[in-house]
């Protein structure tokens, strides 16, 4: 059995943050990110998205080596 590292929990929290934020996106037009950093935090807010896109390719590789 695959063992889970700090790199897979991490990606596995902000993959169902970003579930989450567009879940409320396409039922209610709320952006969760962009009220949690705010619309003067633009750079955080970009960041943020940026790793819940990294966390969602590690967990499409995490997926392709527990395939097995």
Do not use: C
Request: charged share 15%; no cysteine.
């Amino acid at each position: 059995m695959y063992k889970l590292s700090i790199l897979d929990k991490i990606s596995f929290i902000l993959t169902i943050i970003g579930a989450i934020n567009w879940g409320l996106y396409g039922l209610f037009n709320f952006d969760l990110i962009h009220i949690l950093f705010e619309a003067n935090l633009q750079l955080a807010s970009r960041i943020a998205y940026i790793l819940i896109g990294i966390a969602g390719v590690d967990m499409l590789i995490f997926l392709l080596k527990t395939r097995k």
